[in-house]
């Protein structure tokens, strides 16, 4: 009698992988990644390849010396999205030992300290970029102005965002359509000709990242798409009521973190709930908070804070909302 | 052809790979010796009324179902019975089976061999029903529910639709397809007789869009049957659950832990509508069965096998396995099970065996579960496989049994799509055991 290989069914898999997912999300953050370089030269190369490799060797270090395991997960190439991620959430100006420092956090603190992959409950980049705001408030608020295909390491010109024009000028008391002289022209925004942080200022290349990983079937629309019209009709109504006080609806969208943080940080299968019905609540709560923190905050930007309030409320979202039973009540 | 309709929770859509689709069903010569297995049906085994030695002809019973859910099972050959024994079965342990050496083909008198096709139906309702228990038909896409079982509808329901379930839509299988190019009559005055045991006049045979030949072909022969409608159903798994079906068919979802007959429907195999017609019409018990003999690599075909014929044999008339098969699966990829052996025979529920090589035979890279929540969107009947996985894993059988763990059709689909290889099913079907010992102790 021969023996066969037994196990129970199903026989067949979809051959979608841990790996391949991880590896697709990288291969959407390229377009934004290119553009980066593109419009801050060579250190915002640099930054990035100072947080991926910071980021792959903390988390081999941890699994080697802390788990003692000789399990090697920095292949799955999540580590290399922390690392890139961490990046694209810093200006390209911020000293290297920082970026090294927020890595420790990102990987360090936020990830591995649960177990790893799957078992952290905020987004590790976003935690690592938070604690860098805090912790280096002047480095990471302040701007390099975009010089395209600059080379120079050093000696940047720096400038305020676009949100952060608006933010002070009408804390000075000015009106929008003053203030709007001085930011980019939307189409220079979506194509990332703006200050701001490294990976955020092209809304084009994120959507095209965003739109390959649609295809590819690692995100679904839920989250990005209820986030942005979250974003859009808050503040268009705010806009409705008073045009001078606060900014139309396009510039929030193309401003800022935004488009970064609905396509890449908030869809992070980890730290977003698990059914469509909670996804789409947990994308509402990440817009209504980025609007409340942008408009009356202290910080001209909300987007991470949002998207790791909205981080905690996952586990209460997957409780509390179910999926439609078939057959039920 | 009206527009496809399908289920809209869940599923998946894996490669249909129905590479067998093609081949007419051939009939497999009777083997040497068969080994005919007493349990056969879902419910009570069969209690033997044959002994060693006893000559046997072929269509004769041997033993009879004698519970409520149970059914008879009768000879496949003609031959002396050798020895009421323990051998292996599909589910891997050892049943009781009787094992029949076989002289030559006589059958039972009162067996209609004909080619004819009978199309008057001039049973009752009651004697349908009889014969169909009789005759040890049960229910062939896989579950052998006992057909009469199904077809006595409760007192106080009251059936609207039969469903014909021709959707096969396990990937791989192709016997039913066949049955349906080939025995396309049969089976549209089965339906009838079907209609007539459960008393309805309106028949939907649902199937699925990947065998355009067999929709034309059914459609074009129901024409001249009264009552008896072809719907064409968008590719996805697992439509073919009974579930699903009717969702898709008639769009009436079945409470949860009820019966289809609750909604009013009841449904049947395409295969069960043959043998029920050969039954009624022809006097023949069910001893044999369309088989899809098939693999990732290697293909045998489609084949009229007498139950009990063992699996090595089936292998053998097709030129033997090629070495490198790793796994032979009894059913479809999705639903089937995974053999020990290959001396286990083919019964009533064998719709197929496959046979698969090393490079999908073994499973997947297990990684911590990512939360992606595939699983979730992949369920057909809205459940949270990661919830209950979870549950299985720390023992919370409450949690569970909160979360609907018993709602579970195990289709699979959960297991075939998460990207990180967790057991998702092997972990469930614990929980069910679990849950239903507690449910029952409960009751008692």
Known sequence: MSTYILSGSPHVHEQQDVKKIMWGVIYALIPA?????????????????????????????????????????????????????????????????QMVIGSLVAIGVAKMTYGGLGKNPFNPALVGRVFLLISFPVEMTTWPKVSPLSTSLTDVITGPTSLGVIKEGLMKGETISKLMQNVPSYTDMFVGNMGGSLGEISALAIIIGGIYMLIRK????????????????????LWLINPEQYADPVFHLLAGGLMLGAVFMA????????????????????????????????????????ILIMNAATPLLNNLVKPKRFGGA | MNGLKTFPLGGVHPDDCKFTAQKPIEQLPIPERVYIPLSQSLGASSVPIVNKGDKV???????????????????SVTGEVEKIDEWIDTSGYRRKTVIIKTTEDVWEEGIDLSKEIKREITLTKEEIIQRIKDKGIVGLGGATFPTHVKVSIPQGKKAEFLIINGVE???????????????????????????????????????????????????KIAQNYKGIQVQALKLKYPQGAEKQLIKALVNREVPSGKLPIEVGCVVQNVGTAFAVYEAVQKNKPLIERVVTLTGNSWHGGNFWVRIGTTVQFLIDHCGGL???????????????????????????????ILAFTSDISRRVKI?????????????????EPVTLEKAAENANWDIAEKYFVLDCIEC??????????????????????KVNQIVRSRVQ
Request: proline share 5%; aromatic share 10%.
């Open chain 1, 267 to 306: 869809t992070d299968m980890v730290t977003s709930p698990i059914n469509h019905k909670a996804q789409l609540i947990f994308g509402i709560g990440c817009g209504v908070l980025t609007v409340l923190i942008r408009i009356w905050g202290a910080y001209p930007e909300g987007v991470s804070f949002a």
């Open chain 2, 169 to 219: 839509c396990e990937p791989y299988l192709t016997s039913d397809h066949r049955l349906m190019l080939e025995k396309a009559e049969e089976i549209l005055i089965g339906t009838q007789i079907l209609m007539k045991a459960i008393d309805v006049d309106k028949a939907i045979i649902g199937i699925e869009a990947n065998k355009p030949d067999a929709i034309e072909h059914l459609s």
């Open chain 2, 322 to 352: 090629p070495t490198n098969i790793e796994k032979i699966i009894n059913g479809g990829p999705m639903m089937g099970k995974a053999l020990v052996s290959t001396d286990v025979p083919i019964t009533k529920g064998t719709s197929g």
């Open chain 2, 412 to 433: 699979g689909s959960c297991h075939y799509t998460c990207p990180a290889g967790r057991p998702l099913l092997d972990m469930i079907r614990l929980a069910k055991n």
């Open chain 1, 33 to 97: 990644w290119l553009v980066s370089i593109y419009f801050f030269g060579l250190p915002a190369l640099f930054l990035s390849l100072v947080a991926v490799a910071s980021c792959l060797l903390f988390e081999f270090l941890i699994q080697k010396y802390l788990y003692k395991s000789n399990e090697l997960t920095i292949t799955d190439g999540s580590a290399v999205i922390t690392g890139l991620l961490l990046a694209f959430n810093v200006p390209s100006s911020l000293p290297w030992w």
């Open chain 2, 57 to 75: 002809k072929t269509g004769q019973l041997i033993a009879k179902g004698e519970a409520f859910i149970s059914s008879n099972i009768h000879s």
């Open chain 2, 367 to 383: 990684y911590n579960c990512i939360r992606c929540g595939k699983c979730v969107s992949a369920c057909p009947m809205g459940l």
């Open chain 1, 218 to 237: 690692i995100i679904t629309w839920h989250i990005p798409v209820s986030y942005i019209l979250t974003v859009f009709v808050f503040t268009g109504i």
